[in-house]
């Protein structure tokens, strides 16, 4: 399983931003995926998943602002980060998992979002 993140930068508060995951050797559309971000000095939280269902799941940190999708034929999921704040400074991970695993087996590297004016 191969996991590629890209779309981070740096943003001014209040602005918008889409991270994209693309994933290879996976049948992408039977897997769960997440999106999940590190900041500074702070573990690792869950930020929003979507499952093969299309069923979404938010931190409350979150919700409203950002919205996760996916689309099957482009083995592709999105975050789209909107009123973005500094404190949604981190570094993005997108995960996926198989609906039988109970935890997110496989990540990608990464891709790092700065908020700040």
């Known amino acids: 399983v191969q996991l590629q993140a890209s779309g981070g930068g740096l943003v001014q508060p209040g602005g918008s931003l889409r991270l994209f995951c693309t994933a290879s050797?996976?049948?992408?559309?039977?897997?769960?995926m997440g999106w999940y971000r590190q900041a500074p000095g702070k573990q690792r939280e869950l930020v929003a998943e979507?499952?093969?269902?299309?069923?979404?799941n938010y931190a409350d940190s979150v919700k409203g602002r950002f919205t996760i999708s996916r689309d099957n034929a482009k083995n592709t999921v999105y975050l789209q980060m909107n009123s973005l704040k500094p404190e949604d400074t981190a570094v993005y991970y997108c995960?996926?998992?198989?609906?039988?695993?109970?935890?997110?087996?496989?990540w990608g590297q990464g891709t790092e979002l700065t908020v700040s004016s």
């Open positions: 979507i499952t093969s269902g299309s069923r979404t």
């Open positions: 995960a996926a998992k198989h609906p039988v695993m109970s935890t997110y087996a496989y």
């Open positions: 050797r996976i049948i992408f559309s039977v897997y769960d």
